[in-house]
């Protein structure tokens, strides 16, 4: 498949996964979950008290377990519970990486993916994979792309600790039905192994070899062990990719999140694996006490489906507002073949201002800078919240003027902003940021992409 063909497909699947200010929830898969609770717990189950009686403390446990010191300990109940009440604001998330992936041509041409889902619980990262796919399957017959080239097999090895996961996982996987004849998957090989301190990767998963290997929030639950030995998990299943294949990770972004993740980056980095977006490298390791490169939006709106609905009618309202807030994450793709997000920033050779440091100053003028893209707002005008792995909270933001038509920017993009002007004292929404600045680019301006070679568009100086 050529470039052309492949970013075609990259645009077309912005409109199903999102819409102005929000992620959208697919109907079908609300379908698909509404009723395998009413098969599992009956038609009115909402509104039966012995269900609410251990569903709701259920949900509570799960939800403290994002906060617990030590790894969480799963059965049924708190599947079902996670499934209900998590899994449909997890959701969007893989979507989100695998379509990035996609831009960047790191998903593989070949027709069959062979796809490992590391603590796949009740199956809902799979079952999103299985929907970014549907929407690719189906931007390819749109894009009347014939042959083994339109058609996508997945094979998908879901890997858990307990019967109770993965027989879970069966019934959801096996129960979506891919709308397109040209994308089928199968489930082959489920491993049920305990993956502790004294794992050995290699005996679990043998000669075994997969296009992409899935860690969706289940690195953060390995908290009895140490960063080091977590950092070595991610680069043994690394010897199991195949040519091409890459290791994704997605987390929740706790308090203590962001930190964490970025030790657990260097770490891998510092073991052999090259670390592919959406870090900078502008400190040529992750860095910062916190940082909003590799964080990605929260997604606050995402619209809450039917089976939310009835999820919170049983444990509080309050669930929506709690889970909302445990929305924000971050990702890593990690590979083994020197594929890079960007080109190597001379932030230090150049003496490049840090953002922290202009918002201390609180001077407007112009300025020079490297900031990346970490949020896009568009309300009550289009703008981006930037970082350069220097701020601690949400003080910088890029916009345009009225007369300057806004660039395309994706979240991760890399931009070199050339004599843009800072400017102090405006809002954001109906809201004003305390120490926040803008960096406007005006007609003296220019900004370049670094990211230009992935992007979907062309990139042009204002």
């Avoid at 307990?162 to 040209?182: F, Q």
């Avoid at 299943?237 to 657990?264: F, R, Y």
């Avoid at 309300?379 to 806004?406: G, R, W």
Wanted: aromatic share 10%; charged share 20%.
């Amino acid at each position: 498949m050529d470039d052309a063909t492949r970013l075609k497909a990259f645009k077309y699947l912005e409109g199903p996964l999102f819409s102005p200010g929000r992620v959208l929830f697919p109907s079908h898969i609300d379908k698909l979950l509404t009723g395998l609770m009413e098969t599992e717990l009956g038609p009115q189950w909402f509104s039966d008290p012995e269900v609410a009686s251990w569903l709701k403390p259920a949900f509570q446990e799960v939800f403290l377990d994002t906060l617990g010191a030590v790894s969480p300990v799963w059965t049924r109940e708190k599947y079902l519970a996670y499934l209900l009440g998590m899994g449909p604001f997890h959701f969007h998330k893989v979507p989100i990486v695998l379509r990035e992936m996609l831009r960047c041509g790191l998903l593989g041409s070949r027709p069959e993916l062979r796809i490992l889902d590391i603590g796949a619980g009740p199956g809902i990262a799979s079952l999103s994979l299985l929907y970014f796919f549907e929407l690719y399957a189906n931007s390819l017959n749109i894009l009347d792309i014939m042959g083994d080239e339109g058609k996508i097999f997945l094979a998908l090895s879901p890997l858990d600790a307990t019967k109770e996961a993965l027989d879970l996982y069966s019934k959801i996987i096996y129960g979506y039905m891919p709308m397109l004849p040209n994308l089928q998957y199968d489930v082959s090989a489920p491993l049920r192994t305990v993956l502790n301190e004294s794992s050995n990767v290699k005996e679990v998963l043998g000669d075994e070899r997969y296009d992409l290997i899935l860690m969706s929030h289940f690195i953060s639950e390995l908290r009895d062990q140490g960063l080091d030995r977590r950092a070595q998990f991610v680069v043994d299943l690394s010897m199991h990719l195949a040519p091409g294949g890459s290791v994704v990770l997605v987390e929740t972004s706790t308090a203590g999140g962001i930190q964490t993740a970025n030790q657990l980056k260097s770490r891998v980095v510092n073991k052999g694996l090259d670390i592919y977006g959406p870090c900078t490298h502008i400190f040529s390791k992750p860095a910062g006490p916190i940082c909003f490169t590799c964080s990605m939006s929260r997604k606050d709106e995402v619209a809450p489906p039917r089976i939310s609905q009835q999820f919170c009618s049983v444990v509080g309202g309050a669930a929506i507002h709690d889970l909302v807030s445990k929305n924000q994450w971050t990702y890593s793709v990690f590979r083994k073949d020197g594929v890079f997000h960007h080109q190597t920033v001379p932030v230090v050779e150049e003496q490049i201002p840090r953002i922290t440091d202009i918002a201390k100053r609180k001077t407007s003028g112009r300025g020079h800078f490297y900031v990346q893209i970490a949020r896009r707002e568009t309300e009550p005008f289009l703008y981006y919240k930037v970082c350069d792995q220097s701020a601690k909270s949400d003080e910088c933001y890029l916009t345009f003027e009225v007369s300057n038509a806004p660039h395309t920017l994706e979240l991760g993009d890399l931009v070199h902003l050339k004599n843009v002007r800072i400017d102090f004292g405006k809002r954001a929404g109906a809201e004003t940021f305390r120490n926040s600045f803008y960096l406007v680019v005006d007609a003296q301006s220019e900004i370049v992409d670094l990211t230009r070679e992935a992007k979907s568009l062309p990139t042009r100086a204002l």
